[in-house]
C-alpha cells in the first residue's frame, strides 16, 4: 500500500521555480489552479479538473495569492477573505502536489528606485463590463496570471466559468504572448439556490444572502424571455427590464448588464439565443457576478 | 569525422514551440539572440557568446523579425534593411542551429474582431530617452521579447549594449514577470573610427558616414571631460557643450543626450565618473544611438 502523498507549501518564487524546471527536465505534466484562497466547492471542482487532466504521475499546483494589482483603491483588497490553514487542508484532502502561496515582497519587489515596473495589459476584451467600473482590474490579472505562468509553467491552467471575462482576458493573452500552455474553463459551481459560488459570498449576512439570488434568477427569467420570444429582443429594452427586476431587491444594485458574442464579448444590440448575458449587482456592499449562455 | 550541422529555417510559431518542447524534455540548454537581421559584426558576437554559452551539446536559435509595433508611425519600418539569405547564410557560418523567422500574421494575428490585443509595458525605465521621442517603441520592444521568450523558451538571451536602455528594460521585464531565464549583455562592436556598428549605418551615404563619427567622439570628448575634471559636472553644462560639438557636423542633430545611473537609469544632474552617458543624434534622416560609461 502506497503511503499518502506529502502536499508541499512552497512560498518563494525561486524554490517554485526550481521544482517547475526539475519537473520539466522529467517530462512531468503539470496543471496549475491560480486561485486567491478562501477556497470553495467552486474552488475544488477546478483542482479535480486539473487533477483528472495529471493524472497519477503528473501534478497539481494551486497557488494562493490575493494579488493587490487587481484591486482598486477603494475595493475590498484588505479585508479579503483569508484562511490559509483551511485552505491548505481542503487543498491537501484534495491531491494536490504544490501550494505555491508567495507573500507580496515576493511576488512585486519593492526595491526602492527598482521597484516593479512591468505590466501585461489586453486592450481590446477588458474595456467593456468589468473594465468600466474597476478600470484596472484586468491589467492586475493579467500580469499576476503572466507570472505566475512563468513561475509554475504549467502545461495547462484551469479557470472558473464564473469570471467570465477574465477568462476570455486570459485566453487571448495566452494566444498574443505564445504562453505555451492551454486554458480551461471549468463551469460555475452554485449553491442549492442558484446563487453562484464565491468567497464574497462571506460578506452576504443575514437576508443579503437571500436576496443576492436575484443574479442567477435574473439570468433564468433573461434565458425564458429570449427562448420565448420569437424574434430577437432589443437589448436595451432588456436591459431595463431586467434592472427593474433586480432592483425590486431592496438592497440589490445594478452595475452593469450585458449582452455579448461569447468568443469576441462584443455586445449585442440584439439578443438571440447563443449570445451570452453577465452581469454585476451590488447586493449591500458586495458586488457580485454572474453570467450564463442564453 | 562528424559532418556539419545542418541549421533549420523554421517560419511557424508552432513549429518553433514543439521544438522547443522537445528541448526542454531533453534538457537541452538553449540560447537565443533576438535579431531585426541585416546582420553585422556585433550580432556575430552575440551569436558567438550565445554558441560559447550553449557548449557543444546546446542550441542557439537566432530570431530574424523586424518587429511592426517597435516602429513608431513615421519611422523607417518598411524600409529597413533587409537580407535574408545573406543573414542565413552568416548564421549557418556562425554555428546557429535554428532562425526562427515567423512572418507578421505567425506574429500578430490579424483576425477580424479577434485581432491581437495585449501587450507588456515597462512602466519606468521606458519613461526617458527613445521613450520620448519614441513613445510606443519600447512597449513593442517588451511584447516582442516576451513572445519570443514563450515561443524559444531558452536558459538564456544575449542583447546588444548598443541599445543600453532596451537591455535594462529587458532585464526589468524578465524580473517582474519571472521569466526563467537569464539576459546577457554583450559589449558594443565599433568600426575602426569608432562608429558603432548599427544595421541602420548602411543609410549613411557619402560623407554622412563620416559626419556619424561624432557620436563616439562626443562619448570619448565626455570621458576626457569627467575624467580631467577635480569636481563634479553640472549636467546641463555638458550637454550643452556636447550639443554645440555635434552640430559642428552640418547634417548632425542632436535629439538627446543624458547622463545616468547605469542601473537604474535615472538621470544625475552632477556627471562623475562610472555614470552612464547615451545619445541619439541624427545623421541627415538616419537616427543612431551610443553610449558608454564614463
Known amino acids: ?30 496543471g496549475l489552479v491560480p486561485t486567491m484562497g478562501y477556497l470553495h466547492e467552486g474552488h475544488l471542482s477546478l483542482v ?10 503528473g501534478k497539481v499546483v494551486v497557488s494562493i495569492y490575493v494579488n493587490p494589482t487587481q484591486f482598486g483603491p ?9 484562511d490559509f490553514a483551511r485552505d491548505t487542508a481542503m487543498c491537501r484532502a484534495a491531491g494536490v502536489d504544490v501550494v505555491f502561496a508567495p ?7 519593492a526595491d526602492g528606485e527598482r521597484n516593479f515596473s512591468t505590466y501585461v495589459t489586453e ?17 492586475g490579472v493579467t500580469t499576476i496570471v503572466a507570472k505566475l505562468f512563468n513561475i509554475v509553467q504549467p502545461g495547462w491552467a484551469v479557470f472558473g466559468a464564473k469570471d467570465y471575462q477574465q477568462a476570455a482576458i486570459v485566453r487571448r493573452m495566452v494566444r498574443d504572448l505564445n504562453f505555451p500552455l492551454r486554458i480551461i474553463v471549468a463551469p460555475t459551481l452554485r449553491e442549492s439556490d442558484g446563487l453562484a ?28 424571455l429570449v427562448r420565448e420570444s420569437r424574434s430577437a429582443l432589443g437589448s436595451t429594452a432588456l436591459k431595463k427590464e431586467l434592472k427593474r427586476f433586480i432592483e425590486r431587491e431592496p438592497a440589490a444594485r445594478l452595475d452593469y448588464v450585458e449582452f455579448f458574442d461569447p468568443q469576441t464579448l462584443i455586445p449585442m444590440p440584439k439578443v438571440t439565443r447563443g ?20
Request: net charge positive; glycine share 6%; aromatic share 6%.
Open 197 to 224: 459560488m464565491s468567497s464574497r459570498n462571506k460578506y452576504l449576512a443575514g437576508d443579503l444572502r437571500l436576496q443576492a439570488r436575484v443574479l442567477s434568477n435574473s439570468l433564468r427569467k433573461a434565458q425564458a
Open 1 to 30: 500500500m502506497k503511503g499518502f502523498a506529502v502536499m508541499r507549501i512552497i512560498r518563494s518564487v525561486s524554490s517554485m521555480q526550481r521544482l517547475a524546471r526539475r519537473w520539466q527536465r522529467q517530462g512531468v505534466r503539470v
Open 275 to 294: 449570445a451570452h448575458m453577465a452581469l454585476a449587482v451590488f447586493v449591500g456592499k458586495t458586488r457580485l457576478l454572474d453570467n450564463a449562455r442564453l
Open 123 to 139: 486592450e481590446t476584451l477588458s474595456r467593456g463590463m468589468e473594465g468600466v467600473t474597476r478600470p484596472t482590474h484586468f491589467r
Open 74 to 82: 477603494n475595493e475590498d483588497f484588505s479585508r479579503y477573505p483569508r
Open 103 to 109: 507573500s507580496n515582497d515576493q511576488m512585486y519587489p
Open 48 to 57: 479535480r479538473r486539473a487533477r483528472s487532466l495529471a493524472g497519477k504521475l
